[in-house]
């Protein structure tokens, strides 16, 4: 089928010559899709308010031979407070990147798609942005295959329970998540994890995103699990992500 239509949002743009943008879609069934949207840049041209990061929309795209274009496109949400308030517009610009570095075009996965429109939607009101961005971070992983191990030792495969593995595990981004107190001992580059962080780890990779408020959790747990993640991530990614930066600056 050369035509068709879909839910998508908007990853990022890129400029094409004088007045078109190449769009970088995740789309509801067909994963991450590259289209032109051509003469978006010109001044009310009928796809100028749907071709900017974040926008959730229902688009009509062509399959081209070398590049997919889009035809239409029509707005289901603008989420205009993404791109008004810089700290959400950096905490967006986090998970787009996130998601486009993660994942190939073509390949779908709808259970991302819904977590994208949910965890940006959730940003119109949140304060929880520091949570949500964890809770995105453990489902988005989870949902690409590389989810950390929080169940068993990575090093030798013991169940780890809280009360029963004493209090000085570790995580190792290297070996993919949690290790036993024994297995930790053994290695120079884990990292100490507290019982606090690994309970809270695993009570947000299984959480419903709207019940994130039910949930006290002390800055030092918060922030522990920030240089877990932002560890672990970075090891997958091999790279650094250009909206971090942008992120600290906001954040001072
Ligand atoms: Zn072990």
Redesign the pocket.
């Given at each position: 089928m050369a035509l068709y239509r879909t839910e998508a949002v908007v990853l990022r743009t890129r400029n094409l010559g004088e007045a078109d943008k190449i769009l970088t879609l995740f789309t509801e069934n067909r994963g991450k899709v590259r289209a032109v949207a051509r003469g978006s840049r010109r001044p009310r041209n009928h796809l100028m308010g749907s071709s900017q990061p974040f926008v959730h929309g229902s688009f009509m795209i062509f399959r081209g031979k070398n590049l997919d274009s889009v035809s239409q496109a029509s707005i289901i949400d603008p989420m205009v407070y993404l791109r008004e308030d810089l700290l959400k517009m950096a905490h967006a610009s986090y998970i787009v990147e996130l998601v486009d570095l993660l994942t190939e075009e073509y390949d779908p996965n709808s259970g991302l798609f819904t977590l994208i429109t949910s965890v940006l939607g959730q940003m119109r009101t949140s304060g929880m942005e520091a949570r949500l961005l964890k809770f995105f971070e453990l489902h988005l992983l989870r949902l690409t295959g590389i989810e950390p191990q929080l169940a068993c030792?990575?090093?030798?495969?013991?169940t780890?329970v809280p009360e029963g593995n004493g209090n000085s595990l570790g995580f190792s981004a290297r070996e993919g998540g949690v290790?036993?107190?024994?297995?930790?001992r053994q290695r120079t580059d884990a990292l100490p994890f507290s019982l606090g962080a690994l309970q809270v780890m695993r009570w947000l990779a299984n959480a419903d995103g709207d019940r994130l408020g039910i949930l006290q959790i002390p800055t030092a747990i918060e922030m522990e699990m920030e240089q877990l993640l932002r560890g672990f991530i970075d090891f997958h990614l091999q790279r650094p992500l250009k909206s971090l930066e942008f992120l600290h600056t906001i954040r001072g």
């Open positions: 030792c990575v090093g030798c495969g013991v780890v290790l036993c107190t024994d297995c930790r």
